[in-house]
């Protein structure tokens, strides 16, 4: 007769039956209340381009800069975005009630965890105050593009070779973060008005007016868009950083000062190098699993499904702290 929580990003998927999935719960007389967290739109799809770029950069794979990726992805973004994910929920048969979480608001802001199990979740003291005690972990976390992409295309645009594990990285990374007004490939017009008008439509719709007439709600999405479409949302345009005269000159000199190095080592000197890689294999830990068998007899169990018991669904978006949330 317990209450359930349950969280997935599984959830957000558009072609997901939800009518089925929660036809399981009905006999068992369970309240379903269905939880999905609010971030700003530009926020959230930009935190989504970067976590399926970053994946294709370390697989040795191109991705596209964030314009042109939003070109593409608008719409699929959309259909995976928390007011998408509130409207497909709300009238599930057996959902008597859908909760909008404002990551922006008071206490959700740095603890989204604490915010989902001790409003949402009736029942839930121990996990309610086991959130509130631990500062929470942040997974997958934002990687620097432009930096993933510079790494990847020098190769094609000068002759230097640098291994993955070349000290001389250590160089051009420090040149790289100090480079001051770099080429830019930034949103269109168009596009800047069409992502800004989304996100404040989004915060009017999933936010209470109270908040969203506050300062800390569209005057600050308006003040905190205005900065990351000049910075956060665009992408430095590394085929043309790298043509400049600046950048091919760095690396030539590099290169030729990594030349002179190996020169000064004698010529006909050989070094063997051996990479000693020790280790030991790690057994397997064996697990052990054991059957459950419940102790109560049948008229308890008839008892307990027929009692009023709530199941708590989060269901996401990706990129909304799910990890946290799901780590307790």
């Keep these: 007769g317990s209450n359930i929580s349950l969280s997935s990003e599984a959830f957000d998927f558009e072609n997901l039956n939800t009518t089925e999935m929660t ?17 700003r739109f530009y926020d959230w799809v930009y935190s989504i381009y970067n976590q399926q770029s970053k994946v294709r950069a370390k697989a040795g794979q191109s991705f596209k800069t964030f314009p042109l990726w939003l070109d593409k992805k ?5 259909s995976k975005y928390t007011a998408a994910l509130r409207d497909r ?17 008071g206490a959700t802001k740095s ?5 989902f199990f001790c409003e949402h979740v009736d029942g839930a003291e121990h996990a309610c105050d086991e959130a509130r005690s631990i500062e929470m972990e942040k997974y997958n976390l934002s990687e620097d593009l432009d930096w993933l992409s510079l ?37 269109d017009d168009e596009w800047r008005k069409s992502l800004l008008d989304f996100s404040i439509k989004s915060e009017m719709a999933l936010t209470p007016r109270r908040w969203y007439k506050s300062r800390k709600g569209l005057e600050d999405l308006n ?42 080592v004698g010529e006909g000197e050989q070094q063997d190098q051996h990479d000693i890689v020790q280790g030991s294999e790690t057994p397997l830990l064996e697990g052990s699993s054991s059957e459950w068998s419940s102790d109560l007899d049948e008229d308890t169990i008839i008892a307990n499904m ?23």
């Excluded at 608008?74 to 959309?78: G, K, L, N, Q």
């Excluded at 603890?111 to 915010?115: C, G, I, Q």
């Design 23 to 39: 036809s399981f719960l009905r006999p068992y007389n369970y309240n379903i209340h269905v939880v999905v967290f609010y971030r």
């Design 74 to 78: 608008m719409e699929v973004a959309r």
């Design 89 to 105: 929920f709300k009238d599930v048969p057996g959902v008597f009630k859908v909760s909008v979480v404002n990551m922006h608001q």
């Design 111 to 115: 603890n989204s965890a604490a915010s």
């Design 151 to 187: 790494r990847a295309k020098i190769p094609s645009y000068h002759s230097i070779n640098l291994s993955s594990e070349d000290d001389r990285w250590k160089k051009v990374e420090e040149k790289y973060h100090n480079i001051e007004n770099p080429p830019r490939r930034c949103l």
């Design 223 to 264: 003040a905190d868009y205005e900065d990351k479409v000049n910075t956060k949302l665009c992408s430095i345009d590394i085929s043309a950083m790298l043509q400049s005269s600046e950048w091919q000159e760095f690396l030539t000199e590099l290169e030729m000062s990594h030349e002179e190095e190996h020169r000064d």
């Design 306 to 328: 027929n009692k009023s018991k709530t199941f708590v669904m989060h269901v996401g978006p990706h990129k909304t702290a799910s990890s946290s949330l799901q780590d307790l």
